[in-house]
């Protein structure tokens, strides 16, 4: 009788797990009926500075660092979460060292526990310097983003450690054609996977949480973002649809990252922290139109938005920046390029709503499931090693 072996574990090296819905926690989340994954929480890619942010991210990695781990990430079924300890630099060729020599150690103390050797796999850059010096069968750069061209991060740094990445690592996987590029550049050939969607996660329609309440005091209708508050924002965008609205609020939901302060000149314009991702389909549910108020930089160029699909997938009107990510969906939303146009945009479907074509043509949401999506990181970043272990037994 044909038998299938045990499939190797994950080595994830990613944002910590839990902290905010990353694009490689939805794919690993689906293999973990599949998979025993050791999910590293790092200490990040953001330049250290002396500010509130600093100091807070600080504080968490402590807490990380000298307390039991988190009990919901632990009783996860096969999800093993580790905070290795790390010096929040690399800059320099003593702290790449350092760091080294911190996560060398440690991962490979808790890895003595494992039968088979796992397979690693990465979306930061910043480990670079660890392929080839853990017992791992191969190594995947899960490419999400350029950070090479990130506001507030060691950009030269982490542009150089990516080189180097991209060199040595046995399988890379890009999330979008710009990306994919860029790799291609680099000498190496990758496949291109979209982010996914859990389209019923995002109907879902549970009474309000209290971080909505400040929505109440809010003049309406609402013009809502939700995600990362940083120079990537087009302040013109914004302001410009301040300037036109005759009555409304913009709503901008999330951490602030060094955003440009002329973002909230217009009282029209409002701040609300980040909430919860388990909150935020109510939050959807008062908008009355979302948006993307992305610049057009190389970093948004470079950029797979994932709140696009999630901004489709709640069957609210969605206005976006014209980038390459979101043109495939053109037709599911309005693009523009322009202060003027953006605004024409969303003061339209303020006054019209979502048109029946849009929401015809956001049926294809379907089949964009995360399940879906796994299938296809499974299959081309694991797929040796899957076929090593399907070992037929007499």
């Known amino acids: 009788m044909a038998e299938i072996s045990p499939l190797p574990p994950l080595l994830v090296f990613a944002d910590d797990w839990g902290r905010h819905p990353s694009s490689c926690q939805h794919l690993i989340g689906e293999l973990l009926d599949r998979h025993q994954v ?19 991210r600080g504080a ?7 307390r039991r781990p988190r009990a919901e990430a632990q009783a996860v079924p096969n999800l093993r979460v580790l905070n290795p300890r790390m010096w929040p630099w690399f800059g320099s060729r003593f702290a790449r060292w350092l760091n080294r020599q911190l996560l060398s150690r440690q991962l490979k103390a808790s890895l003595k526990s494992l039968v088979d050797a796992p ?3 990465t979306t930061l850059p910043i480990v670079a310097d660890l392929v080839g010096r853990l017992p791992v069968l191969r190594w995947v750069y899960y490419c999400v983003d350029d950070f090479g061209l990130w506001p507030g991060l060691d950009q030269q ?21 710009t990306l994919r590029d860029k790799l291609a ?30 929505l109440g005091a809010l003049e309406g209708p609402l013009v809502v973002f939700w995600g990362v508050i940083d120079r990537r924002m087009d302040v013109a965008l914004v302001k410009q649809l301040a300037a036109d609205l005759v009555r409304g609020t913009i709503v901008l939901v999330g951490p602030e990252a060094d955003p440009d302060p002329a973002l909230y000149e217009s009282p029209r314009v409002v701040h609300l922290p980040a909430m919860p991702f388990q909150h935020l389909p109510q939050l959807a549910r008062h908008a009355d139109v979302l948006i993307m108020p992305y610049a057009d930089l190389p970093v948004t160029r470079a950029i797979q938005p994932l709140k696009l ?24 939303l309005d693009l523009a390029q322009t202060p003027e146009e953006f605004s024409q945009a969303v003061r339209l479907r303020l006054a019209d709503g979502l048109p029946p074509a ?3 043509a956001r049926r294809r949401l379907s089949e964009e499931s995360w399940a879906a999506k796994a299938r296809d990181f499974e299959r081309w970043a694991l797929a040796p090693e899957l076929n090593r272990h399907a070992v037929i037994c007499s």
């Open 38 to 56: 050791y999910w590293i929480n790092t200490i990040g890619m953001r330049t250290p500075r002396l500010d509130l942010a600093t100091l807070r």
């Open 185 to 214: 550049q680099m000498g190496r050939e990758a496949p291109v996977l979209t982010h996914g969607v859990d389209l019923d996660f995002w109907s879902g329609s549970e009474n309000d949480p209290p971080e909505l309440q400040p």
């Open 309 to 332: 699909k999630e901004y489709l997938a709640t069957g609210k009107p969605t206005v976006v920046r014209d980038l390459p990510a979101v043109r495939p969906w053109f037709d599911c």
């Open 358 to 360: 849009q929401k015809e």
């Open 119 to 121: 397979i690693a796999v």
């Open 157 to 177: 740094t982490l542009r150089q450690m990516e080189e180097s990445l991209v060199r040595k690592a046995d399988e890379v996987i890009a999330v979008s054609e």
């Open 60 to 66: 968490e990695k402590l807490r990380h660092w000298f």
